[in-house]
């Protein structure tokens, strides 16, 4: 059985980039090193690093719909 590290790093990095009136994406990239699962018992203890990739799109519907917004 392994350890389960006591030291979670996480790197990140993202950006938002306006598409269009009311919508906005926002690209985002995670490095995850030495991954803790201590509070998830079920989990294994040796998780390998990751890097995630993900992509967030936020949209105001007031502003798509032309309704009056404050």
């Not at 389960?4 to 996480?10: K, Q």
């Not at 906005?24 to 990239?29: I, K, S």
């Amino acid at each position: 059985m392994g350890q389960v590290s006591s030291h979670e790093v996480v790197f990140e990095a993202n950006y938002g980039y306006t598409l269009a009136s009311g919508v906005v994406l926002r690209p985002n990239l995670q490095c995850i090193v030495h991954p803790n699962s201590r509070h998830m018992p079920t989990f294994p203890p040796n998780i390998p690093n990751v890097f995630v990739v993900g992509l967030q799109v936020n949209a105001a519907l007031d502003v798509l719909l032309g309704l009056p917004h404050h």
